[in-house]
């Protein structure tokens, strides 16, 4: 599976962005969506996943401020980030993944999209 994320950019703390995620290959092996995001020095990590029956999951660093959707066809993954907090600025990458919370990424990293939140 590959995916190409888009839509990140500069936004002030408060202010919302969404993010897109369009994803390409063996999409059928795919149970799970997921949005991470990094940032230097740490590991990547899970903030929210969609399952294929449309189940969503989020961390507590984010929980009621992010929600993801995806499109009827599973191809495109969005997350929608409201009342931005400077915290939540890193580089944020979609993949696919298992239903499970723990389970690890699928497939093949893109290249991120760059969220900075900061006045």
């Known amino acids: 599976v590959q995916v190409v994320e888009s839509g990140g950019g500069l936004v002030q703390p408060g202010g919302s962005l969404r993010l897109s995620c369009v994803a390409s290959?063996?999409?059928?092996?795919?149970?799970?969506m997921g949005w991470y995001r990094q940032v230097p020095g740490k590991e990547r990590e899970l903030v929210a996943q969609?399952?294929?029956?449309?189940?969503?999951r989020y961390a507590d660093s984010v929980q009621g401020r992010f929600t993801i959707s995806r499109t009827g066809d599973k191809i495109t993954t969005y997350l929608q980030m409201n009342n931005l907090e400077p915290g939540d600025t890193a580089v944020y990458y979609c993949?696919?993944?298992?239903?499970?919370?723990?389970?690890?990424?699928?497939?093949?990293w893109g290249q991120g999209t760059q969220v900075t939140v900061s006045s």
């Open positions: 993949n696919g993944k298992g239903r499970a919370w723990w389970c690890a990424p699928l497939g093949t």
């Open positions: 290959g063996s999409l059928f092996k795919i149970n799970a």
């Open positions: 969609i399952t294929i029956e449309g189940v969503t």
